[in-house]
Structures are given as C-alpha cells and as structure tokens.
C-alpha cells in the first residue's frame, strides 16, 4: 500500500455518526456527578446497581469518580415489547446477587426514553427495603416520556429524541465501545 492512500475510516472515525458529546465532555460531567454523589452519600451505606449492558461503562467511569466506600452490582432486564411499543413489562434476566435491605441505593441507567423499563425496575427494587433509591442516568431523553413521574436524581445530559449510540449505548449490539456519544445519521447504513 502506498505512503498517499487515502485514509480507511474506523469504528470511531465512522463519517455515518455525528458526535453529539465528546470523550472529554463526558468525562467532565461525570467528574461533576461523581462529586455530587460524594457529598450526597457520605456516612451511607451505598450500592451502586447497574442496568446492564448499556450502563456498564458509565457506570465503570461514576463509581470512579466517587470518592466513597461503595459496593457495585448488576441487574439485567428485558423489556416486552409489543410490536416496536415498550408495554412496561420487564423480565428480570439476572438478579442483584445480595440483598438492598436497608442499604441506600444509586441505579445506574444509560438513557431514559419513555421511562417504563425503569419505572417497572423502581417498583420491584422499592419492594425490597432499602432505606433510599435513586437513579443516575447518563442522558435523559425527555420527549418520547411516558413515566412523567420517574425523578432523574443525577443526570448527565438532557438530548433532543434522536437515537444515539457509544459510550454503552448501542444498535443493535454495535457501537458500545464508541469514547463519545453519538447520533447515527443514515440508521440504514452499517
Ligand atoms: P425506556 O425508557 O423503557 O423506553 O427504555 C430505555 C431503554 O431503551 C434504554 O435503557 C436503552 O437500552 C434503550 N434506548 C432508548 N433510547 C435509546 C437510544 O437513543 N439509543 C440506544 N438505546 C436507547
Ligand atoms: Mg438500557
């Protein structure tokens, strides 16, 4: 291969994505929730619990950025859907692996979007006696919401109804490990 090819694009320097926040954008707002949670979590008893998979790297930044003594597990579920339409139903595909009885939990979500996988989620954690839940979503799609009453308690960003991709947010399985977050332009090319 000559010196003067032209340059192949990558997964990251796709030309079908627009950056809608950069790696260091992020990572300064995460800096900025991790704190907020520092001082709001001082003296507790905190478990951070991540929705796989879409959380698993911000939530890998936060918990990083929290200067706590925390504890970390997982939750994974799938929402019933109807058609395309989300019904609100969940199946818990893998459950905590300890109990949050009296514990004051953080919830880490990706992106809330109409808000009933979450909502569902809240019901069945808040029947299980933690002294506190929250949640901590990196964005906030508040448009297509369906669940007005769900409380975003951390947020990262507030995005317009476009569907973005990277930083644990995919399509389609593709896309997770993207640095920053971006919009697919054409949503029919690869
Ligand atoms: P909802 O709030 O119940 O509608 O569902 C939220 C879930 O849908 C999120 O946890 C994501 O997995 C997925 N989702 C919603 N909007 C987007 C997007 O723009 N990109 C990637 N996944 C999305
Ligand atoms: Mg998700």
Avoid: W
């Avoid at 079908?16 to 507790?44: C, F, P, T, W």
């Avoid at 008893?45 to 950025?65: E, P, Q, T, W």
């Avoid at 009885?101 to 019901?123: P, Q, S």
């Amino acid at each position: 291969m000559s010196a003067s090819s032209v340059q192949k694009t990558t997964e990251f320097t796709n030309t079908n994505l627009e950056i809608l926040y950069s790696a260091e954008q992020i990572a300064a707002r995460v800096r900025e929730l991790g704190a907020q949670i520092a001082r709001d979590y001082a003296e507790k008893d905190l478990i951070v619990i991540g929705v796989l998979k879409g959380s698993c790297i911000f939530m890998a930044d936060l918990i990083r950025a929290t200067d706590l003594p925390l504890a970390i597990d997982f939750m994974s579920v799938s929402s019933y859907k109807d058609g395309t339409k989300s019904t609100g139903d969940v199946e818990i595909l893998k459950d905590l692996s300890q109990p949050i009885r009296g514990k004051d939990v953080i919830v880490v979500e990706d992106i809330v979007d109409t808000g009933l996988t979450l909502f569902r989620l809240m019901e069945i954690l808040g029947s299980r006696g933690a002294n506190s839940i929250k949640i901590a979503s990196l964005l906030d799609k508040p448009e297509p919401r369906i669940k007005k009453e769900l409380k975003i308690d951390y947020c990262g960003f507030q995005i317009p109804n476009k569907f973005v991709v990277g930083y644990g947010l995919d399509v389609a399985g593709r896309y997770r490990n993207l640095p920053f977050i971006g919009v697919v332009v054409n949503p029919t090319m690869a």
